[in-house]
């Protein structure tokens, strides 16, 4: 069974600073990653995806994650952190089962970050 | 906004009783799929659908129940409510199912009181 973990429920950075949010994975094959923020009263908005083209990904809004298979890790990273970053963020695996070598696609979260920003 | 449309945004109801939660995917979105966020277990897969077909099934409970109808909104069913049922349901759609990015609706708030 796959599964995320995410490593930190809260993280403190300053505006400005550099933002790292942990997330390994656990999968039998190369999975489908994501990383999704949901801000206060709304739902989850995709950032970015790795589905095995470049191992580096960049996002929206200046964020970017980089694929490590040796450490099965996923962290998400900002070099600068803005006061409209603070928000929840979830790391997400889909698994590649399914019929004819497509996957069903839903996806396994991990228990979330909470990244705050201080002025 | 994703253009997954969910209704209604709030929904308070008293244990036993039964709701239906309604979603609309994207215009052109065959794939469905409903999740549970709470506190205690986060956000949990609860059940797909695939062009009007159950695709994939997760931790959801005998009381709920889904369907995807012809023209692809779905809804979920929850009944025999209980307060642990009080969560954040989402709706979300995709092109197929294979790889690509869910888009997520605005949620749906249900209180069992």
């Known amino acids: 069974a796959q599964s995320v973990t995410q490593l930190g429920s809260h993280v403190s950075v300053s505006e400005g600073a550099l933002v790292l949010l942990r997330c390994n994975y656990s999968s039998s094959v190369p999975p489908y990653l994501f990383w999704y923020v949901q801000y206060p009263n709304q739902g989850l908005q995709l950032l970015l995806k790795y589905t095995s083209a470049a191992t580096l990904v960049k996002g929206i809004n200046g964020f970017e994650a980089e694929f490590k298979k040796s450490e099965t890790s996923f962290h998400l990273t900002k070099p600068s952190a803005h006061m409209s970053d603070a928000a929840e963020y979830f790391c997400a695996v889909s698994d590649r089962s399914g019929a004819g070598g497509t996957s069903y696609g839903k996806l396994t979260f991990g228990q979330g970050t909470i990244l705050t920003v201080h002025p | 906004d994703s253009g997954v449309t969910q209704t209604p945004k709030h929904l308070i109801t008293a244990t036993g009783q039964r709701v239906t939660l309604r979603c609309s995917p994207r215009?052109?979105?065959?794939?469905v799929y409903w999740y549970q966020q709470s506190l205690d277990q986060g956000l949990q897969f609860l059940i797909q659908?695939?062009?009007?077909?159950?695709?994939a099934k997760g931790n959801i409970l005998e009381r709920f129940s889904a369907q995807q109808f012809p023209d692809l909104h779905s809804e979920l069913n929850l009944s025999s409510l209980e307060l642990g049922d009080s969560a954040l349901y989402f709706c979300a759609s995709s092109v197929v199912g294979q790889g690509f990015e869910q888009y997520f609706g605005p949620g749906t708030r249900l209180t069992v009181t």
């Open positions: 215009s052109g979105d065959l794939s």
């Open positions: 659908y695939y062009n009007g077909e159950e695709r």
